[in-house]
């Protein structure tokens, strides 16, 4: 069996910019295993294709992340509902935005929206460092809490607003946003570093969202429109409850 899912995530070749003869993800030892192997499966038979990206979420157990009442849909390619009216992203739109990023080993990345911490802790696989910002106070406490009680102390979350960012420790390597936001936000293309890449869902609230791509280089902003996809709303300011 292991033999086997060696060989299908291997089917993808060497994707741009991975070593060469790196080792692919092994199928989890854990009661779980069998689903989790789908999981990963799943995620490459959809176009995943990039080993690193594979392994970090091979890396982090998603089952962490949701509320005991879905622990077992964990794995499922659906979103799911979290504390403060929030959702934890489907597992396909995690691996995707993830690639999409192309986050190298000696990145910075910043994170507007923690939520669950689930983006963070795959990302904390793969960058140098992550700085997380979310609005609700009980989310980012909770979310820090699990996140360092899995180990990934490269990760710093906090409360704050945002639409803002966190210019303090800019410039970024990589931003990712995982609210839907109506227009691009200005203040964190600021906040990214030439040549850097910023991904996040864009598009009204209550209308057609998709994943857009920004590449910032000396001489502009060059756009990509990406997949279509449902996020809740990037708003502004601190949450004044939970």
Do not use: W
């Not at 176009?47 to 992340?65: M, Q, T």
């Amino acid at each position: 069996m292991v033999g086997l899912f060696r060989r299908i995530l291997g089917g993808a070749g060497k994707d741009e910019g991975s070593g060469a003869g790196e080792t692919l993800p092994s199928m989890p030892q854990s009661d779980n295993g069998e689903e989790r192997m789908g999981f990963l499966l799943g995620l490459r038979r959809r176009g995943i294709g990039s080993a690193d990206v594979l392994r970090a979420l091979d890396d982090v157990p998603r089952e962490k992340f949701v509320e005991a009442d879905f622990t077992e849909a964990a794995y499922a390619d659906q979103a799911l509902p979290i504390a403060c009216g929030q959702t934890i992203s489907q597992p396909f739109v995690v691996a995707y935005m993830t690639e999409q990023l192309d986050v190298q080993p000696e990145h910075r990345v910043l994170e507007i929206g923690t939520g669950s911490g689930y983006q963070a802790a795959v990302l904390s696989r793969l960058a140098q460092e992550v700085v997380s910002v979310e609005r609700f106070r009980t989310l980012a406490e909770i979310a820090r809490r699990r996140l360092a009680s899995l180990g990934y102390d490269n990760v710093t979350v906090v409360v704050g607003d945002g639409v803002n960012g966190m210019p303090d420790r800019a410039p970024y390597d990589r931003i990712i946003v995982t609210a839907a936001a109506e227009t691009i936000p200005e203040e964190l293309l600021d906040q990214l570093a030439v040549g850097g890449v910023m991904i996040l869902p864009l598009g009204p609230h209550n209308g057609a969202q998709r994943i857009v791509k920004l590449t910032k280089t000396k001489d502009g902003v060059e756009r990509e429109d990406l997949i279509a996809v449902r996020f809740v709303p990037l708003l502004p300011g601190k949450a004044r409850e939970l």
